[in-house]
């Protein structure tokens, strides 16, 4: 059974770091891209950050970028996100999603964890 | 980038009904467009992908259709746990946008 179970979401002041961990079972990990998703409090979906199965190429949404960086540990089934100079606009659900290939081109978000809360306040 | 807008922003509907939520790219997408159900409290679901395949064990009540620029998900004879909250996703191109959501309620 696929499970992606994400941790280490806090309360942290304006300007501070926090780094968050997605632990993956149950696939190869390795042979998955990974996103970051997150939700804001009672608000849509916002697509953070990719990461390739082999950790390059990575792309980041603009309202992260320079902030926040991605990154995995095939070794240890996880993926990352480091966020640092967080901001109140950052306070949100964060979700790692797996991409899906099969026979398409482009992919899906075919598995999900529970999300980790990250809240951005003084 | 490429901006997706839906539509209605929410809708009310009674169990029995077809309800069909509209997707818009700002630009041609192909087929690159995956649907998803989000219940309260809970992650995301896929519910459709490449705009009109069925994910697996997804009822047979959701379909998608559409190519380019605008997309439709349709359920048919919508059920009580239907109601949640609808999001497409362009993944042709990054940032893998979404939509601002389609809130399904009872009526």
């Known amino acids: 059974e696929v499970q992606l179970v994400e941790s280490g979401g806090g309360l942290v002041q304006p300007g501070g770091s926090l780094r968050l961990s997605c632990a993956a079972s149950?696939?190869?990990?390795?042979?998955?891209?990974m996103n970051w998703v997150r939700q804001a409090p009672g608000k849509g979906l916002e697509w953070v950050s990719y990461?390739?199965?082999?950790?390059?190429?990575?792309y980041y949404a603009d309202s992260v970028k320079g902030r926040f960086t991605i990154s995995r540990d095939n070794a240890k089934n996880s993926l990352f996100l480091q966020m640092n100079t967080l901001r109140a606009e950052d306070t949100a659900l964060y979700y790692c999603?797996?991409?899906?290939?099969?026979?398409?081109?482009?992919?899906?978000?075919?598995?999900w964890g529970q999300g980790t809360l990250v809240t951005v306040s003084s | 980038d490429i901006q997706m807008t839906q539509s209605p922003s929410s809708l009310s509907a009674s169990v029995g009904d077809r309800v069909t939520i509209t997707c818009r790219a700002s630009?041609?997408?192909?087929?690159?467009l995956n649907w998803y159900q989000q219940k309260p409290g809970k992650a995301p679901k896929l519910l459709i992908y490449?705009?009109?395949s069925l994910q697996s064990e997804v009822p047979s009540r959701f379909s998608g259709s559409g190519s380019g620029t605008d997309f439709t998900l349709t359920i048919n004879s919508l059920q009580p746990e239907d109601f949640a909250t609808y999001y497409c996703?362009?993944?042709?191109?990054?940032?893998?946008?979404f939509g601002p959501g389609t809130k399904v309620d009872i009526k």
């Open positions: 999603a797996r991409g899906y290939y099969g026979n398409s081109a482009y992919p899906r978000f075919d598995y």
């Open positions: 149950g696939f190869t990990f390795s042979s998955y891209e």
């Open positions: 990461i390739s199965s082999s950790g390059s190429p990575i």
């Open positions: 630009q041609s997408i192909s087929t690159y």
């Open positions: 490449v705009a009109s």
């Open positions: 996703q362009q993944s042709y191109s990054t940032p893998r946008t």
